[in-house]
């Protein structure tokens, strides 16, 4: 579930100087930023001397590690999540407290671009928003430990990230049970089902050209973007990171990446390939004067990739794309209004790009504009009829608003089209519970739409 729908080794070329490979571009920062094994040092660089650490600074330490380990890794479960904090204690030579009873568990109940919607609440779109205090104490929490607590551990999870992301798609259905897995045509009548009505089985169709190879990098794109726009953003991520792996010079690819992990409040991994399509640009690489050696925190670096940006507008101020990565940008650190002019511009620009329209609405969302967010969402859905992410968040603004039969047709719709996004059912048995039907929360377990005909017209 996320916000939005819409990185990876070569060598240095471009004004901007980037390699021609993000995922390698990404690791080689890192490397030349000091990697993992050479941290120790690296610490001792910033004034660390891990002898001085109190035992409440250490137990401040695990539970900063832990939040931003789950803020890298969401979908990770908690022996993964311990061994990447421990690693990270380790890195600074530190013995601190394991098997600590903090937790967080890393939901997001944010509107994103993808769906503004929480499993556990959605009333209030004051609630959809990450753990952000929890984010913001672990960065404002790093200077009086006298070290970049942020970059240090950014070093280690994101080069953890780019090397496992792209082996994580897991196939929908097997090679012997896709129905086109002989089809003589698989990416055109993937094409086909995607610009038409059923993205599920473009979804098949895809994963049938890629079974079928592996390298092929447009079709990874399309398949990330069919699951973007089926609401899943776990799917895209690990398919539009292989299209990047078959093809380092896949800007659509990045640039859907850096959305996508948006949409999962993967932040610094946002903003590293959203960094990593402007220095790939063919014409914006020349603004991407990026300092290669610079200790960021999380919004130095923001900053500095808003000022390229900035700056590419100024080369090309009718480039839509541009103001739609500037709304990402915004939206990152919660500057709404901002992300709502550059929505509004980029869908004034391009005003049948359906993407942008249900970027302006989910945005709009969490500003409490849930009747502005709908005629957005409605005009998306007018341009993609098919557009699953709209349809929910279409259900979730009409529950802002506490119309829940409206709410309840709109998840039904969208599960009708894609019964496998399990936290629609979530959110359509919340919806019953508030309309206090026990008798529908328990349907909802069984994961079948045609079981609420007899109540609903959708």
């Given at each position: ?316 101020p009718e480039d839509a794309q541009l103001f739609n990565v500037l709304g990402v940008l915004n939206h990152l650190v ?120 007899n109540e609903f017209q959708f």
């Amino acid at each position: 579930m996320s916000f939005f729908q819409d990185l990876a080794t070569g060598s240095k070329g471009g004004e901007g100087g980037s390699s021609s490979n993000p995922f390698k571009d990404t690791i080689d920062q890192q490397r030349r930023l000091g990697d993992i094994n050479s941290s120790i040092n690296e610490n001792r660089n910033f004034g660390v001397d891990s002898q001085n650490y109190s035992n409440m600074d250490k137990m401040k330490i695990r539970q900063r590690s832990e939040v931003m380990a789950r803020q890298f890794f969401p979908d990770k479960g908690d022996e993964f999540i311990e061994q990447q904090v421990l690693k990270f204690q380790d890195s600074l030579n530190i013995s601190g407290p394991r098997g600590s009873s903090y937790t967080d568990n890393g939901l997001y109940d944010g509107t994103t671009f993808g769906n503004q919607g929480s499993s556990q609440r959605f009333q209030d779109v004051t609630d959809f928003e990450f753990d952000d205090q929890s984010f913001e104490q672990a960065i404002q929490g790093s200077e009086d430990l006298g070290v970049d607590y942020l970059e240090t551990l950014r070093k280690q999870l994101t080069l953890t990230h780019v090397q496992e992301t792209a082996d994580q798609y897991t196939m929908i259905t097997s090679p012997q049970q896709n129905p086109y897995s002989s089809a003589p045509n698989k990416y055109e009548v993937g094409m086909r089902m995607k610009d038409g009505r059923d993205l599920n089985q473009a979804i098949l169709a895809f994963e049938a050209c890629v079974q079928e190879n592996p390298q092929n990098s447009d079709a990874w794109l399309m398949l990330g973007r069919s699951h973007a726009e089926c609401d899943d953003d776990v799917h895209a991520i690990s398919a539009l990171a292989s299209a990047v792996r078959a093809d380092p010079n896949n800007l659509d690819a990045l640039l859907e990446l850096g959305i996508s992990h948006t949409n999962e409040q993967h932040k610094i991994n946002a903003l590293v390939y959203l960094k990593s399509w402007l220095q790939q640009h063919p014409v914006y690489a020349k603004v991407a004067n990026f300092n290669p050696n610079q200790e960021y925190k999380f919004f130095m670096l923001h900053d500095e990739i808003m000022e390229g940006f900035a700056e590419a507008v100024k080369i090309n101020p009718e480039d839509a794309q541009l103001f739609n990565v500037l709304g990402v940008l915004n939206h990152l650190v919660d500057n709404y209004e901002e992300a709502v002019s550059n929505f509004r511009r980029a869908a004034t620009l391009d005003p049948k790009n359906h993407s942008y329209w249900n970027k302006l609405g989910a945005t709009q969302a969490n500003k409490r504009e849930s009747d502005k967010a709908v005629e957005a969402y409605r005009r998306a859905l007018g341009l993609k009829p098919n557009y699953i992410r709209a349809w929910v968040n279409l259900g979730i603004a009409y529950s802002n608003q506490q119309k829940n039969e409206e709410a309840v047709k709109f998840f039904l719709r969208a599960l009708h089209m894609c019964p496998r996004i399990d936290h629609v059912w979530t959110y359509l048995g919340f919806t019953f519970h508030c309309m206090q039907r026990k008798d529908l929360v328990q349907l909802c377990e069984q994961k079948n739409v045609e079981l609420f005909r007899n109540e609903f017209q959708f």
